[in-house]
């Protein structure tokens, strides 16, 4: 519906130069009664904070097989993945969670209990990863995924996985799976180790 | 240090103007590919999305006692709190906790296992409390504390508590305290009732 290419639109990076409020440039300060740098306005008086993001997503669960979605956005471009993405304003973690479900696959589930939290502080970010039953399992995969699937234990591509809180995630499942217990498990992911 | 006074600054609220890229007027609207209005910038193609952020703290108990704060700071002046605040970038959940109980209270703890987990979406955050053990009772509160000091169970002031996820945390570890037992809690505040 726009005349433009969407490939004009990119997300905002963290790097600010203009004041929101009044787009005066900014300067790099410690503000009063602070103790760390940040983006200040000197015209408007406006301080921008920046904090890490939430990612919410689900492993949903047919019979004995697990949804995956393989990504048709960067980053991890044609990798497989749980369904998750960025929690938005006046949402809930769960309900978050649900959209991006439905977003990403386009399939019911009944959404379970929260089972993994963790912190990826290089990524400014912390992942929560529900569990879930699909209820039907028809899929409607949205511009986001490039396909969408279910895979048994021994069919999970484990070398073509997206994201370490998603293979974590579904270690921890299927793990526990023996035990029947699903506890909610939360942990941190390190800095990756450059390859090569 | 500053020739303004420190009320000159203002955290920059959620309503974006300008674009922090090239400092353009922004446009309300959807972007390409997306579901929901966000603050574009038409000039150079940035996106400004916003999101939730997350409040970490700490439940620091010494001996049979917790740890509280009069808050120093808006919202809730002079009620009584755990120490908490903002998630900074770069930092886990854990270290973000150890920080703020470090600004607010001065006090040296070993930080505990993640202990609540709480949805809060009509603030648009969510809210992470450790369990932790006071090391040494000394206090040495940051300006954004009145005062702190240690409450035995009936000493809780719980009419003059700050948020419902301090009270709902407090709350829960008091009950599992009789279990001797403290697993992971999550929930959701829901919107508070108007007040009258």
Same mark, same amino acid.
């Given at each position: 519906m726009t005349e433009r /290419?969407?490939?004009? $639109?990119?997300?905002?990076? &963290?790097?600010? !130069?203009?004041? *929101?409020?009044?787009? *005066?440039?900014?300067? &790099? =300060? %410690?503000p009063p009664d602070d103790n760390r740098q940040r983006d200040v306005c000197e015209h408007c008086g406006a301080i921008h904070y920046q904090n890490p993001r939430n990612v919410v997503g689900v492993l949903p669960v047919w019979e004995d097989k697990i949804l995956l979605c393989r990504r048709a956005i960067e980053p991890r471009y044609n990798?497989?993945? #749980?369904?998750?993405?960025? =929690?938005e #304003?006046?949402?809930?973690t769960a309900?978050?969670?649900? &959209? +991006?479900t439905d977003e +990403? /696959?386009? %399939?019911?589930? +009944? #959404?379970?209990? #929260?089972y993994t939290v963790i912190d990826v502080p290089h990524a400014e970010q912390v992942h @929560? @990863? $529900?569990?879930a039953k699909v209820l039907d399992p028809g899929l409607n995969p949205g511009p986001e995924?490039? +396909?969408a699937g279910y895979f048994a234990a021994h069919e999970i591509p484990w070398e073509e996985l997206s994201f370490r809180t998603v293979i974590t995630t579904l270690e921890h499942y299927l793990h526990? !799976? !023996?035990?029947? %217990? @699903?506890p909610i498990h939360h942990y941190s992911v390190p800095h990756p180790l450059p390859k090569g």
């Open positions: /290419a969407p490939t004009f $639109y990119f997300p905002a990076p &963290r790097t600010q !130069k203009f004041c *929101s409020q009044c787009g *005066s440039p900014l300067t &790099r =300060m %410690v990798t497989w993945t #749980l369904p998750a993405g960025f =929690m #304003l006046g949402e809930t309900h978050g969670a649900v &959209r +991006e +990403e /696959a386009g %399939v019911q589930i +009944e #959404l379970g209990p #929260l @929560f @990863f $529900y569990l995924t490039l +396909e526990d !799976k !023996k035990n029947g %217990v @699903f």
